[in-house]
T-cell receptor
Framework: DGGITQSPKYLFRKEGQNVTLSCEQN?????MYWYRQDPGQGLRLIYY???????QKGDIAEGYSVSREKKESFPLTVTSAQKNPTAFYLC???????????????FGAGTRLSVL | DQQVKQNSPSLSVQEGRISILNCDYT??????FLWYKKYPAEGPTFLIS?????DKNEDGRFTVFLNKSAKHLSLHIVPSQPGDSAVYFC?????????????FGGGTRLMVKP
């Protein structure tokens, strides 16, 4: 049963604490993405990775960090430098290469992060 | 600068009638467009897409229309059902862009009343 798994579903962060959101996919996709959604807003790109051991900043990367040590995994760390981390975080993946299929991203169920 | 805009934050439609969701874009380099549906506390699910070489794509009750000269696309749902109630996002990409990146609109909340 292929898909994208995000954990945990809910996460609470204390002041000054770093927290890590997990994203795992078994779709054999090369590219993975992290988005942030605020209430009533669209999705904004935090980081993306097209291949293992490589990633690029998106539109709102400040205060976040990622790693891509395995094709299946793309964890996101929300650091203490992110002053407004409360949001819904979404991970996605897609194939790479040529063809229109690479334009379609598939999403996990999301992690809701709140600050205590 | 929002390159993809959904100017209607919400839309209410009677069950059985047509729902029309609109999306405008500014970047003429976009050549592939997608619609996603999102329920609360869930990730978006891919619904339908269209390439810029077409002006219409249909999949069951869902049809997407693209007007390149107006930089406008719309999603038609006919007939609308209560289960269609969700937030709909349009997204755009540049196919030759190696980044596979999508630019999303702000979403439109559709409410289908029984």
């Amino acid at each position: 049963d292929g898909g994208i798994t995000q954990s945990p579903k809910y996460l609470f962060r204390k002041e000054g604490q770093n927290v890590t959101l997990s994203c795992e996919q078994n779709l054999n996709h090369d590219a993975m993405y992290w988005y942030r959604q605020d209430p009533g807003q669209g999705l904004r790109l935090i980081y993306y990775s097209q291949i293992v051991n490589d990633f690029q900043k998106g539109d709102i990367a400040e205060g976040y960090s990622v790693s891509r040590e395995k094709k299946e995994s793309f964890p996101l760390t929300v650091t203490s430098a992110q002053k407004n981390p409360t949001a819904f975080y979404l991970c996605a993946s897609s194939t790479s290469g040529q063809g229109i299929a690479k334009n379609i991203q598939y999403f996990g169920a999301g992690t809701r992060l709140s600050v205590l | 600068d929002q390159q993809v805009k959904q100017n209607s934050p919400s839309l209410s439609v009677q069950e059985g009638r047509i729902s029309i969701l609109n999306c405008d874009y500014t970047n003429s380099m976009f050549d592939y467009f997608l619609w996603y549906k999102k329920y609360p506390a869930e990730g978006p699910t891919f619904l339908i897409s269209i390439s810029s070489i077409k002006d219409k794509n249909e999949d069951g009750r869902f049809t997407v229309f693209l007007n390149k000269s107006a930089k406008h696309l719309s999603l038609h749902i006919v007939p609308s059902q209560p289960g269609d109630s969700a937030v709909y996002f349009c997204a755009a990409s540049i196919s030759n862009n190696a980044g596979n990146m999508l630019t999303f609109g702000g979403g439109t909340r559709l409410m289908v009343k029984p």
